[in-house]
C-alpha cells in the first residue's frame, strides 16, 4: 500500500532542520582558516601600561626589573605631530620605530610615539618643574628676545633654579584669548583642547 503522504513529510522536516546541521558543520579541509581568524593578535612593542629602561636604547622591560625608568602613559601609532596629545603629566615622549614581527609570539607595532612618565622623581612633566615635553597650566616661562621686536616664550622652573628666571606663570587654559580672565598679562600657545595659556606676569 503506498502513502503518498510521506515524502511530503520528510521534505518539510528537512527545511526545518537543515539550519541547524548547516551550524554544527564545517566544510572539510578549512579548520586551519578558522583557526588562524581566531588567533590573538601579537603583543605591541611598548604598549600602554609598560615599562621602559634607560636611555639610549629604552627596551622593554618588565615594570618590576629595577632597570625599568619609566612607565608608558599612551602609545599612539603615526607622527608625533600630527597625533594625539601626550598626557599632562608625561615627563619625555619616545618615537618609536616600525618593530617587524618574525612571529605571532614577538612583539610588533607600526610606526609611533609613546608617552612617557619617569618611575620616581623628580617628574620634569609636573607644573612648574621647567621641563617636559608639555607646557601646562601652572608652568613658568620667560620671554627670549630675538633683535628688536621678535620673543620667543620658553619654559623654566618656576623656583627659579635654572638658567633662567620665571617671568610669567600660566594660570589657565582657554580656547580663545577672549575667554582669559581679564588680568592675563600674556597668551602662550600651548596646544591640546585649550590651546591657549593665560599667564600672568611674577613679580
Not at 527545511?15 to 601579537?42: I, K, M, Q, S
Not at 607644573?127 to 613658568?140: A, F, I, Q, R, S
Not at 620667543?152 to 580663545?176: F, L, M, N, W
Request: some cysteine; hydrophobic content about 30%.
Amino acid at each position: 500500500m503506498r502513502h503518498p503522504a510521506l515524502p511530503t513529510a520528510l521534505f518539510v522536516l528537512a527545511v526545518l532542520y537543515a539550519p541547524v546541521a548547516l551550524t554544527d558543520c564545517h566544510t572539510p579541509g578549512h579548520e586551519g582558516e578558522r583557526e588562524t581568524e581566531a588567533a590573538p593578535p601579537p603583543p605591541v612593542y611598548l604598549a600602554r601600561g609598560s615599562c621602559a629602561g634607560p636611555a639610549p636604547g629604552h627596551s622593554q622591560l618588565d615594570c618590576a626589573d629595577p632597570r625599568a625608568v619609566a612607565r608608558v602613559l599612551a602609545r599612539y601609532n603615526g607622527p608625533r605631530e600630527s597625533g594625539p596629545r601626550c598626557p599632562e603629566d608625561t615627563d619625555f615622549v619616545l618615537r618609536l620605530a616600525p618593530v617587524n614581527a618574525g612571529s605571532s609570539e614577538e612583539l610588533s607595532a607600526p610606526e609611533g610615539y609613546a608617552c612617557m612618565r619617569a618611575l620616581h622623581p623628580p617628574h620634569p612633566g609636573d607644573p612648574g618643574m621647567g621641563g617636559g615635553p608639555l607646557t601646562v597650566v601652572g608652568d613658568c616661562v620667560y620671554a627670549e628676545r630675538r633683535g628688536e621686536t621678535q620673543e620667543e616664550v620658553k619654559e623654566t622652573a618656576c623656583d627659579g633654579s635654572q638658567a633662567h628666571a620665571p617671568e610669567y606663570r600660566i594660570a589657565a587654559a582657554a580656547r580663545t584669548r577672549d575667554s582669559c580672565p581679564k588680568d592675563t598679562d600674556l597668551y602662550v600657545q600651548i596646544g591640546g583642547g585649550t590651546p591657549i595659556g593665560c599667564a600672568r606676569r611674577l613679580g
